[in-house]
C-alpha cells in the first residue's frame, strides 16, 4: 500500500518539506517575489493560474525529488490541478517520491488574546474526502501567535488538537502549524508556553494515531527535543517564517532532529524570467542547503 511507504518515509528517511501552499491571501506576494508584478493578471482565475505554472516548474524541476524532499503541501487548487496531464498528487508521488500533503485550513480570525485562531473550515468533510481520494497522506493548518499570552496559546493549541483529532480520524496525518511570528515582542516566552501546552496536548491525545508539528525556528535551540522524541509525533518540521535562507538554515541546524518545512526561504531565488537551465541550478542550490541544515546538526 502507498500509504505505508508514505509512512515509512515520513517517519524514518532523511531530507525535509517543501511548503508550497501559499493561498489566496499569500499569492500575490509570492508571484511579485518571483518577478510576476499584479498588472500580469486582472482576475483571480488568472491569478492561480500563473502560481499554478511556478509550482509545476518547481515540481518538474530535476532536484524536487523524494532523494532530499521528504513530502510537498499543496494549496486546494493545486492538490485538483495537473502536471503534465496526471494529478499533482500523484504525480508528486509516483514520478518523484515526494509525499503530498494538502493545507485545509481558510485563514485567520482578527487578533485576539495575542494570537489569531483559525477560521471555521465549511466543508472540511468533503474536502478530506478528496483528498483521501487522490492519495493525500495528510493535512496541514495554520494559526498565529504574536504575544507570549497563556491563555491565548493555550486557545490556540486547544483548536489545533481538536481539529487534528478530527482529520486524524479520516486516517490522514496532520500538521499543526501554531506559528509564533518572528517580530513577536517575546518570542522566546511565547515558545515557551507554547511548548507545554503542545506536550499536555500530546500526552492527552486519545487513539493511537500520529500527528506532526510545524512551529518557528526557536530562540532556544532544542526547546522542542522532547516533543521530536515523543511517541506520537511523526515529526517536528520548521517555518522559515520570514527569515532569509541562510539566517533559517544556521537556525535549524542548531535544532536537532527538527526538518525544515519552508516556503520562502525554498523559492527565494527563483525568477520567473530565469531560463529552465537557471531556474533548475538555483532550485538544486536552495534544496541542497535546506537538506544540509535538516540533516547535519552543529
Keep these: ?7 515509512k518515509n515520513m517517519s524514518e528517511n532523511a531530507g ?8 489566496g491571501g499569500s499569492t500575490p506576494g509570492a508571484l511579485r517575489h518571483y518577478g510576476i508584478p499584479d498588472s500580469a493578471y486582472s482576475t483571480d482565475a488568472q491569478m492561480f493560474a500563473l502560481m499554478h505554472e511556478m509550482r509545476v516548474r518547481v515540481i518538474t524541476a530535476p532536484a524536487f525529488t523524494g532523494k532530499s524532499i521528504l513530502a510537498a503541501i499543496l494549496f486546494e487548487q493545486t492538490m485538483n490541478g495537473l502536471v503534465r496531464d496526471t494529478p499533482v498528487p ?4 509516483k514520478e518523484k517520491g515526494v509525499v503530498p500533503f494538502l ?22 468533510e468533503p474536502l478530506l474526502d ?37 482529520i486524524a480520524a479520516r486516517g490522514l496525518v496532520p500538521i499543526m502549524e501554531p506559528e509564533v511570528l518572528i517580530k513577536s515582542p517575546d518570542k522566546a ?3 515557551a508556553l507554547l511548548h507545554d501546552e503542545l506536550h499536555r496536548g500530546l500526552d492527552a491525545l486519545p487513539g493511537d494515531y500520529q500527528v506532526m508539528i510545524k512551529v518557528s525556528i526557536p530562540e532556544k ?14 515529526r517536528v518540521v520548521a517555518l522559515s517564517g520570514g527569515y532569509p ?28 524570467t530565469m531560463t529552465d537551465a537557471e531556474f533548475d541550478a538555483a532550485l538544486a542550490k536552495s534544496i541542497a542547503q535546506i537538506f544540509q541544515a535538516s540533516t547535519q546538526k552543529v
Aim: some cysteine.
Design 1 to 7: 500500500m502507498p500509504i505505508d511507504q508514505m509512512r
Design 16 to 23: 525535509f518539506i517543501a511548503a508550497l501552499d501559499q493561498s
Design 90 to 93: 500523484t504525480y508528486l508521488w
Design 103 to 124: 493545507k485545509v485550513d481558510k485563514g485567520l480570525e482578527a487578533e485576539a488574546g495575542g494570537v489569531q485562531m483559525m477560521k471555521p473550515i465549511p466543508n472540511l
Design 130 to 166: 478528496q483528498a483521501i481520494a487522490k492519495g493525500v497522506y495528510g493535512t496541514k493548518a495554520r494559526s498565529v501567535i504574536r504575544l507570549a499570552e497563556r491563555d491565548g496559546v493555550a486557545a490556540i493549541v486547544k483548536q489545533q488538537f481538536t481539529l487534528a483529532e478530527q
Design 189 to 191: 516566552g511565547a515558545e
Design 221 to 234: 535551540a532544542d526547546l522542542y527535543l522532547d516533543l521530536i522524541k515523543h511517541p506520537r509525533v511523526q
Design 245 to 272: 535562507r541562510d539566517e533559517a538554515c544556521q537556525r535549524l541546524a542548531k535544532n536537532h532532529g527538527m526538518i525544515a518545512s519552508f516556503s520562502r526561504a525554498l523559492l527565494e531565488d527563483l525568477r520567473y
